[in-house]
Nanobody, 122 residues
Framework: QVQLVESGGGLVQTGGSLRLSCAVSGLTFSNHAMGWFRQAPGKEREFVAASTWSGDMSSYADSVKGRFTIFRDDDKSTVFLQMNRLKVGGTTVHYC???????????????WGRGTQVSASS
């Protein structure tokens, strides 16, 4: 059974930093592209960042470029999202996702975690 479990969410002040983690089990982590998405109340889930299966490339939403970094630890089957200079935006739920090798390019992911909540306050 594939499981993705996010952690690291919480309350942070505007301009602060937070690191999210996503522990993956039940699949060969090193063969899968990984992504992070977020969803605000009443809004569509949106793409945040993705990493290739090898970790050699990453892509970001324009809104987070230069502030967020996605990286992975294949030994621990874990993907991280380092978020710096967070902006005021209320509460969002951040989800990690795993997909096939092509998922990095299509942004289509097959497996999803349940999410972790991030709140940024002024």
């Amino acid at each position: 059974q594939v499981q993705l479990v996010e952690s690291g969410g919480g309350l942070v002040q505007t301009g602060g930093s937070l690191r999210l983690s996503c522990a993956v089990s039940g699949l060969t982590f090193s063969n899968h592209a990984m992504g992070w998405f977020r969803q605000a109340p009443g809004k569509e889930r949106e793409f945040v960042a993705a990493s290739t299966w090898s970790g050699d490339m990453s892509s970001y939403a324009d809104s987070v470029k230069g502030r967020f970094t996605i990286f992975r630890d294949d030994d621990k089957s874990t993907v991280f999202l380092q978020m710096n200079r967070l902006k005021v935006g209320g509460t969002t739920v951040h989800y990690c996702a795993a997909g096939s090798m092509t998922g990095y390019y299509t942004r289509r992911f097959h497996y999803w975690g349940r999410g972790t909540q991030v709140s940024a306050s002024s």
